[in-house]
């Protein structure tokens, strides 16, 4: 935040009052401000963290099926630290506060800041060949519950990554990993018969470890901001509001990190769930419709493990993160004498990004990957197949249904449909409409096209041709700034002129800072400056099964507005399924209905172009390499989630039968 500015050597210059100035030039904070600080196993406390190279020797190269190496190469965990669009999101964080590239590289590149290469924190002082592999194996691999109640980790007094209690109460989010100091691996088994030391984890079947860095909060909007960055404000004295001040006193140490600072939620969403409190022998009183996609997936890998569902050793198995994104596989673990299992995790983590192998394969062919760069053939396999598996997941997580002018869009995850960091993230529904002799009359959530301008150059890109059209159906999380958010960065030296946002036509900033301050109270405006947003503009994405709104709200993970998919209240559950009115165009006798996902939309595309100053010399061209990896990979088009059809009973026509040209192709 730029309540301080940097001397030429990256060291923090506190300034008060009057005296807060800002320099024309920016620096990375060599030194962690206290406002981004949070509690966890500290950088340097744990040496031993080994490559990935090394991991490769036993559990890679024999079965790319079910191997772990080769299906984690080819995830995002894999390439977090690869990852282009991380580099261009946090150089603007970096540029919005100095020190806030510390907050996004305790995941990204765990190895590294464990290590004490994330400072300075621009990621300047990273290690191409150690530090690009992101979440590692020994990253998850050293992960021990903060509580303590299973292995006890390395944390030290601050930055105890607990409630202090007893028993305690582990603060799980924003990376506050506690890692394990030894050498040993630790895993679910107790059987590894592994040639390193390892040590049976409770944990690692817990989602608690994925929501380690699967809840994201910001420590300094959560501190600072009036209303800590959350839908529940902090109480009195469990935040200190002072920029710079010591730890001990900062939100980040005195609450979870559910409690402020709004990033991501998705393990809130899943602990929101009734589904992370079932069985997989409960299976069967599920709704019907609740047997299909993702959750069936999960099922009946699940019985084939074990026909009650459970783990082979007999340890009752939930639909956890794990049931879907490291589902039960039969193989081997390893390739020296290891056990055959009927429940090997498969490694594959797999999500909805299919887009972001192609942009990384495009920049590391031009040399253009800000670390990690000179992909082996190998892993441009594992990313291809990553890419197949991440599409196929998709067509997993949801499913349509019509019923006379209503349609039903049912969640079939165990988190909100769609979930994870929303700046560019959307789902929506494109439907077709058609007339008796096979004439588009018109088409809802249309996809193509648009002329806009950049750095006064016409150009064309693609995106929601009209993303505000009463009949287009989004779904998607907004953020934003509040007027008084914004009038406190104006007395910490944040200048009025610094752009908000930008028209996605021409590209001028359409509200700046000053603006937003000099506004009504009460006022927001919505913005894709993540380290400095404080509010939840929108958040109309699906819930997943049962979620509660008393969870939700106290994990800051509700709808919004709140009285969304049935309006629960106090004590209730939300629909997982969101039932949208059909309006038909006059003449219609038959609707193509599709549910479109997009990982990165042009406009946050623009953002991340136009907002980078440059003044930061190692992130200066990430928002320029981002841009042309977008417009040389298809601009991450939208993929078909679900399909079913909408027709007119009385004067239906056979399907395919006159169908346009544009509809013919699509199919």
């Avoid at 990621?123 to 990253?139: I, P, R």
């Avoid at 994104?325 to 999500?351: E, I, Y």
Wanted: one cysteine or more; charged letters at 20%.
């Amino acid at each position: 935040m730029r309540k301080a500015s940097c001397n030429r050597k990256g060291s923090l210059v506190l300034m008060t009052g009057a005296a807060l100035a800002l320099l024309g030039v920016a620096y990375a904070a060599l030194v962690v401000p206290t406002d981004i600080q949070q509690p966890g196993t500290q950088p340097g406390q744990v040496n031993n963290l080994e490559s990935p190279d090394k991991c490769d020797n036993c559990h890679g190269g024999y079965d790319s099926a079910v191997e772990p190496e080769f299906n984690w190469r080819g995830g995002m965990m894999a390439m977090a630290g690869r990852d282009p669009i991380f580099w261009a999101t946090m150089a603007i964080a970096e540029q919005d506060f100095d020190g806030a590239g510390d907050l996004c590289l305790r995941c990204h590149s765990a190895d590294g800041w464990i290590a004490g290469r994330s400072t300075p924190t621009d990621g300047s002082g990273l290690q191409s060949s150690k530090d690009a592999d992101g979440v590692s194996c020994d990253t998850c691999h050293k992960f021990t519950n903060p509580d303590n109640s299973e292995h006890v980790g390395v944390q030290t007094a601050p930055f105890i990554a607990n409630d202090g209690q007893s028993p305690a109460t582990a603060f799980l989010g924003s990376g506050m990993y506690v890692l394990w100091g030894g050498a040993h691996k630790l895993g679910p088994y107790s059987d590894a018969n592994a040639r390193h030391q390892w040590l049976q984890s409770r944990f690692h079947r817990s989602s608690d470890l994925c929501g380690t860095c699967h809840d994201v909060s910001n420590p300094a909007v959560g501190d600072l901001a009036h209303n800590n960055g959350a839908q529940q404000p902090l109480e009195p004295g469990k935040f200190s509001g002072v920029p710079g001040s010591p730890v001990q006193g900062k939100a980040a140490f005195n609450n979870f990190p559910f409690m402020y600072g709004i990033v991501e939620r998705t393990f809130s969403e899943h602990k929101s769930s009734a589904l992370s409190n079932t069985r997989m022998n409960q299976y069967a009183s599920l709704p019907a419709e609740l047997k299909a996609g993702a959750i069936k997936r999960a099922y009946d890998s699940a019985v084939v493990a074990r026909p009650n569902g459970d783990y082979v050793d007999g340890t009752p198995r939930y639909f956890t993160c794990q049931s879907c994104h490291m589902r039960p596989v039969q193989g081997m673990g390893c390739n020296k004498s290891a056990p055959f299992r009927n429940d090997l995790p498969l490694h594959d983590q797999t999500g909805g990004n299919y887009w972001m192998p192609d942009a990384i394969e495009y920049l590391d062919s031009l040399g253009k990957l800000r670390i990690g760069g000179g992909l082996t053939a190998r892993q441009k396999s594992a990313l291809d197949a990553g890419k197949l598996r991440a599409l196929d997941q998709l067509g997993l997580a949801a499913s349509l249904k019509v019923q006379g002018n209503t349609l039903r869009v049912v969640n079939l995850t165990g988190h909100k449909l769609i979930s994870g960091y929303p700046e560019g993230r959307r789902m929506w529904l494109n439907i077709e409409w058609y007339s008796a002799n096979g004439t588009l009359l018109r088409e809802d959530g249309a996809y193509g096209p648009i002329a806009v301008t950049l750095n006064g150059v016409p150009m064309v890109v693609e995106s929601l041709i009209d993303p505000y059209d009463p009949n287009t159906k989004v779904y998607e999380a907004h953020y934003a700034m509040t007027k008084e958010w914004a009038a406190q960065l104006l007395s910490l030296g944040y200048p009025a002129s610094l752009p908000l946002s930008f028209d996605r036509y021409s590209g001028l900033p359409d509200m700046t800072l000053g603006q937003l301050a000099a506004g009504h109270a009460g006022s927001y405006h919505e913005t894709f400056h993540f380290v400095l947003n404080n509010f939840v503009a929108k958040d109309n994405r699906i819930p997943p099964y049962g979620f509660s709104y008393d969870e939700a709200k106290r994990r800051n993970a509700l709808p919004v507005p709140a009285d969304q998919y049935g309006n629960p209240g106090v004590g209730g559950t939300y629909r997982y399924w969101d039932e949208v009115t059909l309006k038909p165009p006059t003449g219609a006798v038959r609707g193509v209905i599709r549910l479109m996902y997009q990982p990165t939309s042009w406009e946050y595309i623009q953002f991340l172009y136009l907002a980078n100053t440059r003044q930061i010399p190692f992130l200066a061209n990430v928002g320029t390499d981002m841009l042309n990896a977008w417009l040389n990979t298809g601009m991450a088009a939208p993929v078909t989630m679900a399909t079913t059809e909408w027709t007119n009973a009385a004067t239906a026509i056979p399907a395919n039968k006159n169908l346009s040209t544009r509809e013919a192709i699509r199919r």
